[in-house]
Protein backbone atom coordinates (compact mmCIF):
# COMPACT_ATOMS: atom_id res chain seq x y z
CA UNK A 1 0.00 0.00 0.00
CA UNK A 2 1.18 3.73 -0.89
CA UNK A 3 0.66 5.50 2.32
CA UNK A 4 1.96 8.57 0.70
CA UNK A 5 0.46 8.20 -3.07
CA UNK A 6 0.25 11.98 -4.30
CA UNK A 7 2.17 13.64 -1.38
CA UNK A 8 4.87 16.54 -2.00
CA UNK A 9 7.69 16.81 1.45
CA UNK A 10 10.24 18.56 2.13
CA UNK A 11 13.07 17.07 4.26
CA UNK A 12 15.69 19.33 6.16
CA UNK A 13 18.90 16.89 6.66
CA UNK A 14 17.56 14.52 4.47
CA UNK A 15 20.96 14.11 2.55
CA UNK A 16 22.03 11.15 5.40
CA UNK A 17 20.73 9.04 8.78
CA UNK A 18 17.24 9.73 9.70
CA UNK A 19 16.74 11.87 6.66
CA UNK A 20 18.38 9.53 4.55
CA UNK A 21 15.75 6.71 5.49
CA UNK A 22 12.87 9.01 5.46
CA UNK A 23 13.25 10.01 2.08
CA UNK A 24 13.47 6.06 0.78
CA UNK A 25 10.67 5.28 3.06
CA UNK A 26 8.35 7.87 1.40
CA UNK A 27 9.44 7.67 -1.79
CA UNK A 28 8.68 3.67 -1.55
CA UNK A 29 5.34 4.85 -0.44
CA UNK A 30 4.17 7.03 -3.49
CA UNK A 31 5.51 10.58 -2.63
CA UNK A 32 7.62 12.84 -4.50
CA UNK A 33 10.62 14.59 -1.79
CA UNK A 34 12.80 17.41 -2.18
CA UNK A 35 16.25 16.80 -0.27
CA UNK A 36 16.98 19.89 1.66
CA UNK A 37 20.97 19.84 3.02
CA UNK A 38 24.49 21.11 2.70
CA UNK A 39 25.76 17.67 1.85
CA UNK A 40 25.11 18.55 -1.62
CA UNK A 41 27.35 15.13 -2.82
CA UNK A 42 25.16 13.02 -0.61
CA UNK A 43 22.34 14.96 -1.47
CA UNK A 44 22.80 14.21 -5.56
CA UNK A 45 23.59 10.84 -4.99
CA UNK A 46 20.83 10.21 -2.79
CA UNK A 47 18.31 11.59 -5.66
CA UNK A 48 20.25 9.39 -8.43
CA UNK A 49 19.70 6.35 -6.36
CA UNK A 50 15.68 7.23 -6.12
CA UNK A 51 15.33 8.33 -9.31
CA UNK A 52 14.76 11.74 -10.75
CA UNK A 53 11.17 11.26 -10.82
CA UNK A 54 10.93 10.71 -7.03
CA UNK A 55 13.51 12.83 -5.54
CA UNK A 56 15.47 16.50 -5.95
CA UNK A 57 17.72 18.10 -4.42
CA UNK A 58 18.33 21.70 -3.22
CA UNK A 59 21.18 23.27 -1.26
CA UNK A 60 19.75 24.46 2.06
CA UNK A 61 21.46 25.98 5.17
CA UNK A 62 18.56 25.57 7.86
CA UNK A 63 20.26 29.14 9.49
CA UNK A 64 19.49 31.12 6.55
CA UNK A 65 15.74 31.95 5.84
CA UNK A 66 16.61 32.66 2.47
CA UNK A 67 17.73 29.34 2.12
CA UNK A 68 14.84 27.83 3.52
CA UNK A 69 11.99 29.72 2.01
CA UNK A 70 14.15 28.92 -1.44
CA UNK A 71 13.88 25.73 -0.77
CA UNK A 72 9.92 25.72 0.10
CA UNK A 73 9.60 27.69 -2.83
CA UNK A 74 11.23 24.54 -5.35
CA UNK A 75 8.99 22.30 -3.87
CA UNK A 76 6.17 23.85 -4.82
CA UNK A 77 7.29 25.28 -7.65
CA UNK A 78 8.47 21.43 -8.94
CA UNK A 79 5.29 19.57 -7.91
CA UNK A 80 2.64 22.36 -7.09
CA UNK A 81 2.24 21.92 -3.26
CA UNK A 82 3.78 21.20 -0.35
CA UNK A 83 1.75 18.63 1.81
CA UNK A 84 4.78 17.26 4.26
CA UNK A 85 7.38 19.33 5.94
CA UNK A 86 10.07 17.36 7.89
CA UNK A 87 12.08 19.59 10.00
CA UNK A 88 14.96 17.21 10.90
CA UNK A 89 18.25 18.79 10.02
CA UNK A 90 20.13 19.10 13.11
CA UNK A 91 23.29 18.71 15.01
CA UNK A 92 24.85 16.93 18.77
CA UNK A 93 27.45 20.36 18.62
CA UNK A 94 30.53 19.91 21.48
CA UNK A 95 29.67 16.84 23.63
CA UNK A 96 31.18 18.98 26.62
CA UNK A 97 28.51 18.37 29.73
CA UNK A 98 29.69 20.75 32.12
CA UNK A 99 27.77 24.00 30.91
CA UNK A 100 30.33 25.86 33.02
CA UNK A 101 32.63 24.47 30.49
CA UNK A 102 30.87 25.00 27.39
CA UNK A 103 31.42 27.56 24.74
CA UNK A 104 28.75 30.57 23.87
CA UNK A 105 29.86 29.79 19.83
CA UNK A 106 28.82 26.12 20.19
CA UNK A 107 25.49 26.75 22.25
CA UNK A 108 24.67 29.43 19.31
CA UNK A 109 25.41 27.17 16.93
CA UNK A 110 23.65 24.29 18.12
CA UNK A 111 20.48 26.35 18.88
CA UNK A 112 20.48 27.98 15.34
CA UNK A 113 20.28 24.62 13.73
CA UNK A 114 18.30 22.81 16.17
CA UNK A 115 15.93 25.42 16.72
CA UNK A 116 16.02 28.29 14.40
CA UNK A 117 16.15 25.93 11.97
CA UNK A 118 12.75 24.13 12.78
CA UNK A 119 11.40 27.72 13.43
CA UNK A 120 12.31 28.66 9.92
CA UNK A 121 11.19 25.30 8.57
CA UNK A 122 7.92 25.61 10.37
CA UNK A 123 7.58 29.44 9.05
CA UNK A 124 7.64 28.58 5.47
CA UNK A 125 5.20 25.53 5.48
CA UNK A 126 2.67 27.54 7.08
CA UNK A 127 2.96 29.92 4.38
CA UNK A 128 2.19 27.29 1.71
CA UNK A 129 0.21 25.36 3.37
CA UNK A 130 -2.77 27.69 4.80
CA UNK A 131 -3.89 28.58 1.68
CA UNK A 132 -4.33 24.55 0.90
CA UNK A 133 -5.88 24.58 4.69
CA UNK A 134 -4.06 21.43 4.99
CA UNK A 135 -0.80 19.78 5.53
CA UNK A 136 1.64 18.35 8.15
CA UNK A 137 4.42 19.73 9.45
CA UNK A 138 6.96 17.10 11.61
CA UNK A 139 10.08 17.90 13.74
CA UNK A 140 12.44 16.01 15.20
CA UNK A 141 13.03 16.44 18.98
CA UNK A 142 14.65 13.96 21.37
CA UNK A 143 14.25 12.27 23.95
CA UNK A 144 16.52 14.45 25.45
CA UNK A 145 13.59 17.23 25.58
CA UNK A 146 12.17 14.65 28.50
CA UNK A 147 15.47 13.63 30.14
CA UNK A 148 17.81 15.94 31.30
CA UNK A 149 21.79 15.35 31.89
CA UNK A 150 22.17 12.89 29.71
CA UNK A 151 23.35 15.34 26.74
CA UNK A 152 25.15 18.86 26.42
CA UNK A 153 23.09 21.65 27.61
CA UNK A 154 22.76 22.68 24.23
CA UNK A 155 21.43 20.00 22.63
CA UNK A 156 18.90 19.82 25.72
CA UNK A 157 17.68 23.38 25.22
CA UNK A 158 17.81 23.10 21.77
CA UNK A 159 15.32 20.28 21.48
CA UNK A 160 13.05 21.06 24.66
CA UNK A 161 12.72 24.17 22.93
CA UNK A 162 11.68 22.54 20.01
CA UNK A 163 8.94 20.81 21.83
CA UNK A 164 7.79 24.07 22.66
CA UNK A 165 7.77 25.45 19.26
CA UNK A 166 5.54 22.75 17.97
CA UNK A 167 2.95 23.06 20.71
CA UNK A 168 2.89 27.17 20.13
CA UNK A 169 2.27 26.00 16.11
CA UNK A 170 -0.03 23.39 16.62
CA UNK A 171 -2.42 25.75 18.42
CA UNK A 172 -1.90 28.52 15.61
CA UNK A 173 -2.08 26.48 12.30
CA UNK A 174 -4.52 23.73 13.35
CA UNK A 175 -7.11 26.79 13.21
CA UNK A 176 -6.02 26.31 9.24
CA UNK A 177 -6.54 22.64 9.21
CA UNK A 178 -2.14 22.41 9.18
CA UNK A 179 -0.65 19.74 11.60
CA UNK A 180 2.33 19.88 13.95
CA UNK A 181 4.18 17.29 15.82
CA UNK A 182 7.28 16.45 16.98
CA UNK A 183 9.06 13.33 16.80
CA UNK A 184 11.54 12.25 19.65
CA UNK A 185 13.57 8.78 18.85
CA UNK A 186 16.09 7.87 21.77
CA UNK A 187 19.54 7.51 20.50
CA UNK A 188 20.69 6.31 17.09
CA UNK A 189 23.90 5.40 15.42
CA UNK A 190 23.76 7.97 12.86
CA UNK A 191 27.73 8.72 11.39
CA UNK A 192 27.01 12.58 13.48
CA UNK A 193 26.65 10.65 16.49
CA UNK A 194 29.56 8.03 16.01
CA UNK A 195 31.40 10.95 15.26
CA UNK A 196 30.45 13.04 18.38
CA UNK A 197 30.78 9.96 20.87
CA UNK A 198 34.19 8.64 19.18
CA UNK A 199 32.54 5.44 19.08
CA UNK A 200 31.94 2.93 16.17
CA UNK A 201 28.44 1.96 14.97
CA UNK A 202 28.00 -1.54 17.15
CA UNK A 203 29.87 0.40 20.53
CA UNK A 204 27.28 3.39 20.56
CA UNK A 205 24.26 0.73 19.91
CA UNK A 206 25.08 -1.71 22.88
CA UNK A 207 25.75 1.59 25.01
CA UNK A 208 22.57 2.66 23.87
CA UNK A 209 20.93 -0.28 24.56
CA UNK A 210 22.20 -0.51 28.27
CA UNK A 211 19.68 2.04 29.34
CA UNK A 212 16.75 1.27 27.48
CA UNK A 213 13.55 -0.15 28.60
CA UNK A 214 12.75 -2.21 25.58
CA UNK A 215 15.30 -5.19 25.76
CA UNK A 216 16.00 -7.27 22.65
CA UNK A 217 15.41 -4.35 19.74
CA UNK A 218 18.16 -1.98 18.66
CA UNK A 219 16.95 1.67 16.90
CA UNK A 220 17.43 2.23 13.76
CA UNK A 221 17.33 5.40 11.23
CA UNK A 222 14.71 3.31 9.32
CA UNK A 223 12.49 2.57 12.88
CA UNK A 224 12.39 6.67 13.01
CA UNK A 225 11.41 7.17 9.52
CA UNK A 226 8.20 4.95 9.87
CA UNK A 227 7.05 7.43 12.94
CA UNK A 228 7.88 10.07 10.44
CA UNK A 229 5.82 8.30 7.84
CA UNK A 230 2.88 8.09 10.31
CA UNK A 231 2.86 11.10 11.43
CA UNK A 232 2.98 12.84 7.48
CA UNK A 233 0.40 10.28 6.04
CA UNK A 234 -3.39 10.51 6.37
CA UNK A 235 -3.49 7.88 9.23
CA UNK A 236 -2.59 10.11 11.58
CA UNK A 237 -5.20 12.99 10.29
CA UNK A 238 -6.04 13.91 13.54
CA UNK A 239 -2.89 14.03 15.46
CA UNK A 240 -1.67 17.00 15.97
CA UNK A 241 0.47 19.02 19.13
CA UNK A 242 2.20 15.46 19.42
CA UNK A 243 5.53 14.97 21.23
Known amino acids: MCRLEGKVTLITGGASAIGEATAKLFTHHGARVMIADVQDDKGHALCESLGSSA ?52 FERVVGINLVGSYLGTKHAARVMIPARRGSIVITASTMSVVPGMASAAYTCSKLAVVGLMSSAAVELGQFGVRVNCMSPHGV ?55
Open 55 to 106: ASYVHCDVTDESHVRDAVDAAVSRHGKLDIMFNNAGIAGSMCMQIRKSEKAD
Open 189 to 243: ATPLATTALGMGVEELEESMHEHEILKGVRLKAEDVAEAVLLLGSEEAKYVSGVN
